[in-house]
């Protein structure tokens, strides 16, 4: 039922590190996320794209050493934009993702713990209206265990290759945008004299 205690371990290890660092990023913080829907704050963005670019990486790093492996999902169309939807609703309502309002309630903070029940109470009518709500998840068809490695018949190192090709070109554009565009100064204006 569950994996070998080193899994465990290293699961807890990696989570301690993720909520660690969401803290420290700021992304736990209402205002902060308030300002990513407002496109004033590009925080969220950063820490997430970081976050997908190392995990990626980790993941498939760990799959290849054999410490880990992949559970794919069915690609349920439906399934996924009603997902999306809920999710989009919940996170404009409660002003918070499900890791950074756990990071959240770990900061003490008593709209996140609030929203947490919420998260769990949801999560409970969603597993007790399962049998009602899985038809209606296949209703767009279902595409099975598919990746994108599969339907292009690449290496998944390709695709994580150019994530992390990606990333780092954000972070360059992210860097130059914050120099902006250096200015040339030519000091006073220069006032032409009338001759008489």
Sequence with gaps: MF?????????????IV????????RVAKF??????????????????GTAVVVGAVGVYA?????????????????????????FGIGMAVFGYCPGTSIAACGEGRRDAMVGVLG?????SLY?????????LTKSLGDW???TLPDVTGTSPWLWVTLL??????????????????????TGKPHRASAHQ
């Design 31 to 48: 205002e902060v996320i308030v300002g990513q829907f407002l496109f004033k704050d590009w925080t969220v963005v950063k820490m997430m």
């Design 127 to 135: 597993v007790a209206l399962y049998e009602q709500i899985a038809p």
């Design 119 to 123: 998260m769990f109470a949801g999560a």
């Design 62 to 86: 760990l799959v290849t050493a054999d410490m880990a492996s992949l559970h794919i999902r069915p690609a349920l169309w439906a399934g996924v934009l009603l997902g999306a939807v809920c």
């Design 3 to 15: 994996d070998s205690p080193e899994k465990l371990a290293l699961g807890l290890v990696t989570g």
């Design 164 to 185: 992390v090709a990606g990333g780092a070109a954000a972070l360059l554009f992210d860097l130059v945008m914050r120099r902006g565009t250096p200015t040339i100064s």
């Design 144 to 146: 099975g265990k598919v």
């Design 18 to 25: 993720f909520g660690f660092l969401l803290q420290k990023g």
